[in-house]
């Protein structure tokens, strides 16, 4: 009870609140227990938006801007990547095409089991974290 108070008043909940309410419960858990550890520390990665994009690197002083390496003006972010970057366009009509409109919702990819193998074929095809997750 203690520190799901102290949780709620963290500066990190309400972002990570909006993905997925259920996050550190047994919902998330059960995403994630077959998983790799490879591919749950993505989950996580891309849930907290702690993973190497300009936007996170910016804020922690190993990157110069925070702005996009395709989108001069827009923040490279975990949303910016998975659903509006059109540099990846054509890698992310094939993940709609094959999970439908809900594919378009940063809280049905990363929390719902059925997107799991898309999402993953994305996140490959961009071959955007090839250097730093594998």
């Known amino acids: 009870a203690r520190w799901a108070r102290?949780?709620?008043?963290?500066?990190?909940?309400?972002?990570?609140?909006?993905?997925?309410?259920?996050i550190?419960?047994?919902?998330f858990i059960k995403l994630t227990m077959t998983f790799p550890k490879r591919l749950t520390g993505l989950y996580i990665a891309l849930r907290t938006q702690h993973i190497p994009l300009h936007k996170y690197l910016h804020c922690i002083g190993k990157e110069r801007s925070p702005h996009c390496p395709h989108c001069p003006g827009t923040d490279e972010t975990v949303p910016h990547l998975l659903l509006d970057c059109p540099q990846y366009r054509h890698?992310?009509?094939a993940m709609?095409?094959?999970?439908?409109?809900?594919a378009?919702?940063?809280a049905f990819l990363l929390s719902d089991p059925a997107t799991t193998s898309h999402l993953v074929r994305y996140i490959n095809t961009t071959g955007r974290f090839k250097n730093t997750i594998g």
């Open 6 to 22: 102290l949780w709620r008043k963290s500066p990190r909940y309400e972002r990570i609140n909006r993905i997925d309410t259920k």
């Open 24 to 27: 550190l419960q047994h919902a």
């Open 91 to 93: 890698e992310r009509h």
């Open 96 to 102: 709609i095409t094959a999970l439908g409109r809900e």
């Open 104 to 106: 378009t919702s940063i």
